[in-house]
C-alpha cells in the first residue's frame, strides 16, 4: 500500500528558510510525478509544486516561483521542498501527492490518488 | 490561470438525501477534472477523474458528469461518511498549473 510521510515542518520567521522531506512507499517511486499542495488554516487546497518521476522537468506557481525548490531522490524513494524567503501567507499544511499517472512515455496525469498526512508550517515573528 | 467556482459554498443536507454540488471552469478545460473529498484534520481523498472515473474504492453513489466548463459531482444517497468538504480541480494545461475551487461544504441539514 502507498504510503507517504512528510517531515520538516515548523516554525518559522518571515524571511527565513525550511526544507520539507517526503519519504515515500509501497509503489515505483521513480515511475511517477509527484507534487506538494499546500492548505492554510479554514481555506481550501493550493498546488505548489511539481516534479516529473525523472527530475527533469518542475514546476510551480507564480505565488511561490523563485522561493520554492522541488527535488527528489529516486534511489532514497524521497520528495524535497526548499522554501526561502517564507512569509506570513505561506502558513499552511504542506501534503505530498503522489500523481496517478505512471510515467509511460508522455506528460499526462495531473490528478492526485495518494496523500501524505501533511505537515505544518508556521510563519511568523 | 485556470479559476476553478464551485457552488454552493454550503450545502445543507440530511442522510438519504441526493447531492449535487457543480464546478465551473473560467476556460474550457475538456474533461481534464478531478473531486477530491476532505474530512476535517485528513488529507483530500480522490473521489472522481477524468470529470467521470470513480478512483478506486470509490463507492458506486458517487458520479461526476460534465465537460467543457461545466462539471458537477452527484452523491445519490448521503450516507453520514459523506458530510465533508469536496473540491474540484483542474488539471488541462501542459506544462502544469493546476488550479482548486474554493470547496463545497457539506453538512447535515
Known amino acids: 500500500q502507498v504510503q507517504l510521510v512528510e517531515s520538516g515542518g515548523g516554525v518559522v520567521q518571515p524571511g527565513g528558510s525550511l526544507s520539507l522531506s517526503c519519504a515515500a512507499s509501497?509503489?515505483?517511486?521513480?515511475?511517477?510525478?509527484m507534487h506538494w499542495v499546500r492548505q492554510a488554516p479554514g481555506k481550501g487546497l493550493e498546488w505548489v509544486a511539481f516534479?516529473?518521476?525523472?527530475?527533469?522537468?518542475?514546476y510551480y506557481p507564480d505565488s511561490v516561483k523563485g522561493r520554492f525548490t522541488i527535488s527528489r531522490d529516486n534511489s532514497k524513494n524521497t520528495l524535497s521542498l526548499q522554501m526561502n524567503s517564507l512569509r506570513p501567507e505561506d502558513t499552511a499544511i504542506y501534503f505530498c501527492?503522489?500523481?496517478?499517472?505512471?510515467?509511460?512515455?508522455?506528460?499526462?496525469?495531473?490528478?492526485?490518488?495518494?496523500w501524505g498526512q501533511g505537515t505544518l508550517v508556521t510563519v511568523s515573528s | 490561470e485556470i479559476v476553478m467556482t464551485q457552488s454552493p459554498a454550503i450545502l445543507s443536507l440530511s442522510p438519504g438525501d441526493r447531492a449535487t454540488l457543480s464546478c465551473r471552469a473560467s476556460q474550457n478545460i475538456n474533461s481534464n477534472l478531478a473531486w477530491y473529498q476532505q474530512k476535517p484534520a485528513q488529507a483530500p481523498r480522490l473521489l472522481i477523474y477524468h470529470a467521470s472515473t470513480r478512483a478506486t474504492g470509490i463507492p458506486v453513489r458517487f458520479s461526476g458528469s460534465g465537460s467543457g466548463t461545466e462539471f458537477t459531482l452527484t452523491i445519490s444517497s448521503l450516507q453520514s461518511g459523506d458530510f465533508a468538504i469536496y473540491y474540484c480541480?483542474?488539471?488541462?494545461?501542459?506544462?502544469?498549473?493546476?488550479?482548486f475551487g474554493q470547496g463545497t461544504k457539506l453538512e447535515i441539514k
Open positions: 509501497g509503489f515505483t517511486f521513480s515511475n511517477y510525478y
Open positions: 501527492a503522489k500523481d496517478m499517472y505512471e510515467y509511460s512515455g508522455y506528460d499526462a496525469g495531473g490528478y492526485f490518488d495518494s
Open positions: 480541480q483542474q488539471y488541462h494545461i501542459w506544462p502544469p498549473s493546476y488550479t
Open positions: 516534479i516529473r518521476h525523472d527530475g527533469s522537468g518542475k
